[in-house]
């Protein structure tokens, strides 16, 4: 074997055990990783232990059920995906200049925007098709968490917990809707407030969502107590339900198309409006592809309506 021969061995061998170590950090679980990698949980045991040896320190805690990262643990995975983020950039940089506009794009969205983001990468893959994307849907604080832990390059959400380390590169305020089925009692309503809902059963997002910490302080603010019938993380779901029965869900934006058995009112309570954001971590330089894709997503968010009361 040459020396170049064997470099690239040894460069093939942390290649693997890197993401490896990554997928098992992203998991929480050997096996789970394993099962993603399409690999023996034997095989993948065995390149972290070899990771650990060569290191010299334990990288995760061995649990009961699954694994945590240990502090050097912490350490490496920051360092991995920095060589990710670094080499996704430089292979960017490299295919501008070949004027092939390749990279790959990551975006962690709410489910409100998810559709929109949709149509974003069909006009983007118009102009730029060998560009690739990868999208996540999510409450508003894991689509903070995503791009502050840089798995995704941006992040689009509602009113976000405050983080000095998510850079936020667009915004616009908007306002609450109380949804509901197109006969409920209220539907004929031109607006509401959040007591005018209180008398019927309330779907309300989890705490991960935006908009329920806004409901959460504008009800501790008008001494009402709220009982939901169902909580969860998804919108669409409460939305199915609300138009079964009489119950309620809150969303910004208005009506979408081809709902027409659904009504969205805007709520009028000051403390139910919120903010609409576009951002990403403070101080990275994102690859190129990303950059141009961020400009599409701000651009559409800075003409869009506002939907008001």
Do not use: W
């Not at 006969?183 to 959040?194: M, V």
């Amino acid at each position: 074997m040459t020396q170049s021969q064997g470099h690239g061995t040894l460069h093939q061998s942390r290649s693997r055990s890197f993401a490896y170590f990554e997928a098992v950090a992203q998991h929480g679980s050997m096996r789970k990783a394993a099962g993603t990698l399409n690999v023996a949980s034997s095989a993948l045991n065995r390149q972290i232990l070899d990771l650990e040896a060569n290191l010299g320190v334990h990288l995760f805690e061995r649990l009961p059920r699954g694994v945590r990262l240990t502090s050097a643990g912490e350490m490496l995975l920051g360092h991995v995906r920095r060589m990710a983020r670094d080499f996704e950039m430089t292979r960017s940089q490299i295919e501008d200049l070949r004027g092939l506009r390749r990279g790959h794009v990551r975006v962690a969205v709410i489910e409100a925007k998810a559709e929109l983001i949709g149509r974003l990468i069909v006009a983007s893959q118009r102009n730029h098709p060998r560009v690739s994307f990868e999208y996540s849907v999510t409450g508003s604080r894991e689509v903070v968490s995503a791009v502050l832990s840089e798995e995704a390059d941006i992040g689009y959400a509602f009113n976000p917990p405050t983080d000095r380390g998510f850079q936020v590169i667009a915004e616009r305020g908007e306002t609450l809707h109380a949804i509901m089925a197109s006969d409920h009692p209220l539907a004929g309503k031109s607006s509401l407030r959040l007591t005018d809902c209180s008398g019927y059963p309330l779907l309300l997002g989890d705490e991960s969502l935006g908009g329920r910490r806004l409901i959460d302080a504008a009800a501790e603010q008008a001494s009402l107590p709220l009982d939901p019938i169902v909580t969860g993380n998804s919108i669409e779901v409460m939305k199915r339900i609300a138009a079964e029965c009489q119950a309620i869900c809150f969303q910004i934006g208005v009506q979408p198309e081809g709902e027409l058995q659904l009504k969205a009112i805007p709520l009028t309570d000051r403390g139910l409006r919120g903010r609409l954001v576009i951002g990403v971590k403070k101080n990275r330089q994102l690859p190129s592809a990303a950059a141009v894709f961020l400009e599409s997503m701000k651009a559409d968010l800075l003409s869009s309506p506002t939907h008001d009361t």
